[in-house]
């Protein structure tokens, strides 16, 4: 998928792979922008506690930091959006301060549907989702997986450019 040409980071988009990249940005920015709910535990997992035995603590440092950590998912989100075509497939073509964007983006995506969809550090994603489609091939949990995987595709594509970027 990525790959590195010269200084940048380059992968050619399918129109459904826009599609999708679109949607999940899309959804990242709408779950941080509409009034975001601490009781959601996909947020939980976005903003984690960093004293989780000092509820206090937690509170007071996300006072401060919270509004700062936000802008900066919703502008790596945006930097997805910014970047794809607008509608169609085409080429992106990322320097290396887009593309760590971009990774922080799709990492932010991948907990906030590992969390939707319950997977653990040692769920086999490959049994997951073979399970589902025995299930239901047609539902929205096998679709939801595979966008997952191909999330993490994606990630390890980048990451296996990023390094050789001058």
Not at 66 to 84: H, N, R
Request: hydrophobic fraction near 40%; aromatic fraction near 6%.
């Amino acid at each position: 998928m990525f790959r590195r040409n010269g200084s940048q980071c380059v992968a050619t988009f399918a129109v459904d792979e826009v599609r999708v990249l679109r949607k999940v940005a899309g959804e990242v920015v709408g779950l941080l922008t509409d009034g975001m709910d601490h009781t959601d535990p996909v947020v939980s997992r976005l903003f984690p506690d960093i004293y989780p035995d000092k509820p206090d603590d937690s509170a007071e440092f996300r006072l401060y930091t919270e509004g700062d950590l936000k802008t900066s998912k919703i502008d790596q989100a945006g930097a997805i959006l910014a970047a794809l075509p607008d509608e169609g497939e085409g080429e992106v073509r990322l320097d290396g301060e887009a593309a760590e964007a971009w990774l922080r983006a799709i990492n932010d995506a991948r907990l906030a549907m590992g969390t939707r969809l319950d997977i653990q550090a040692d769920t086999d994603l490959s049994d997951e989702l073979d399970a589902a489609v025995l299930h239901d091939p047609g539902s929205s949990r096998v679709f939801q997986l595979s966008v997952y995987a191909y999330l993490g595709y994606l990630q390890e594509s980048l990451l296996n450019a990023l390094p050789e970027i001058e």
